[in-house]
Each structure stands twice: as C-alpha cells, then as structure tokens.
C-alpha cells in the first residue's frame, strides 16, 4: 500500500501502475485472500476511506473513459460504499489504458467455501454412476473447467487419460476453483474404464443431444481440443454417440462449453 498523497505526486503511466497494483491488493483484502505482507495496514485511516481518496487520485486521470469516471463518481456518492466494485472498476479501467488486460488466471476471484453443515463439512452431493472420461485435454484452463462443470453438475467421478495435461498446473487449479480437490478422479486409460458401464461419446456425426436417451449412470467420453474423439474411443462408446446440433459456419464449440451443455442435458434427463 501507498500513501494516497504520494500518489497525487507521481504523473502518467507510473500513476496508474501504481494505483491498478494498489486496487488489486485490496480487493483482495476484502477477500481475505492478501498475500501475507499485502495486507491493509494504514492504521491511520479505515480501509474505505483509503480506497475513496484512491479513487480521487484515478478520477483526475485525464485518460479514464467518461463511463468508468461516472461510475466511480456514483459509488463514492453511494450511502453505502462498495469498496470492492470500486477497486475492480478502477483497476480493470487502469489496466485497459495502460494496455495490459488480464488472463482469466489473472481475475480476482474468492474462493468458494465447501458447504457446511452444523459447523461440519458436508459430504459431497452427487448423482451416482454418473461419471466422464476426458480425453487427452490438454489446455489446463479447459481441464480446469471441466472439473468446475463436472463436480458443479453432480458428476461422481471424473476419469483423465494418460495424455490429460497436469490437473495440479497453476492454470487448471484456478479454473477449477477448488473442484480438483473436492472432486473424485484418477488417471485411466480407455482400457481401464470399468467394463460393466454404459459408454458414450460426445462427438459430431452422432445422435442429437435433444433425442438421445442418456443412461440413468455410464461414462461419457470427451475428446481432445484439437482432434475430438479418438478412434479408440469411438469404438468404446457402445451406447453410443451424442451430438451437439449447430448452425454457425464455424460449428465450433469450445471442450469446456460443449461439455456444459453436455451435462445439463444429461442431468434434466435424471428428472
């Protein structure tokens, strides 16, 4: 943290540089997620009030957009104050002039806490036998996501080929917002899936998503980014093969997006 009447002192790009690291530490302050040493400490002066006089200093950038100065403008007029909003507006606004823009990695974003019950972790919910096998996924934010989808949906487990990039990656955790750990899952190959199980694929050329009848619990099979469903695994789906109908020229959907759509439509199935 920097004292605000210093800041008044500096000009141009190190002004903003200063206040979009400024804005970022403390919206993860009212987080609670600081890094130890990062923490607010200006004993002198409450953390809202420090987080207004910030705001002072980035409305007389004469950069700001007219939207982004109307909007802080609002908020420190507001009876009460969001000081969180302040700083992901302000910083967000700092980033774009300054002409970095953040990662999806980069966002701050809380945690989100396990479910308790009577001051005691509650068990994970989920729908029994439904479970997925991710094929050779290899960009750690889409498995990350997977993971977010896949526990978020009710799937009970989640099974990850040997060509399945690190679900340990910095990049797979912070998509995953925690899921990895809460989620069951272990590496398998296609010949290790459970012989007794009803296996489909999600992959173009099958029956639309809308009429197929999904299995009451089996495996659903998702294929790599850049090359779908193996061969192999299409030859393991014996209950066979569902798809997503498009319209677009592209007929493109993201592995992430189309296994949402995936999941839902076989969850409303369950009634």
């Known amino acids: 943290m ?8 500096l000009e141009g790009g190190q002004q903003r540089r200063k206040l979009a690291l400024c804005f970022g530490a403390l919206e993860r302050d009212i987080l609670g997620i600081a890094e130890k040493g990062n923490e607010y400490n200006f004993s002198s002066m409450p953390r809202a009030d420090y987080i207004k006089a910030l705001c002072r200093v980035f409305l007389k950038d004469p950069k700001i957009s007219a939207d982004a100065a109307q909007k802080i403008a609002a908020l420190l007029e507001a009876p009460n104050f969001d000081e969180r909003l302040a700083c992901n507006l302000a910083r967000n606004e700092l980033l774009a002039i300054i002409g970095t823009f953040p990662a999806e990695w980069d966002l701050i974003i809380a945690p989100h806490p396990v479910r308790a019950l009577n001051g005691t972790v509650a068990k994970r919910d989920f729908f029994p036998g439904l479970c997925v096998y991710a094929e050779d996924i290899r960009s750690p934010f ?3 996501s997977i993971f977010r989808t896949a ?5 009970q487990k989640l099974y990850l080929s040997p060509g399945c990039c690190d679900p340990k990656h910095p990049r797979a955790q912070r998509s995953a917002m925690g ?25 173009t050329g099958g029956t639309p998503i809308e009429e197929f009848e ?23 789906a014996s209950y066979g093969r569902v798809t997503i109908p498009m319209k677009g020229l592209k007929a493109s959907l993201n592995v992430g997006v189309a296994f949402g759509i995936l999941m839902q439509k076989w969850v409303e199935s369950l009634g």
Not at 2 to 9: D, E, G, H, R
Not at 188 to 203: G, Y
């Open 151 to 155: 526990e978020g949906m009710g799937a």
């Open 142 to 144: 889409n498995l990350g």
């Open 214 to 236: 999904f299995p009451k619990s089996g495996i659903c099979i998702i294929g790599s980014e850049e090359l779908g469903a193996s061969p192999q695994a299409l030859a393991k």
């Open 2 to 9: 920097i004292n605000p009447n210093k800041l008044f002192q």
């Open 179 to 203: 899921c990895i750990q809460t989620m069951e899952w272990e590496r398998a190959s296609l010949d290790d899936l459970p012989q007794d199980q009803n296996i489909f694929v999600l992959e």
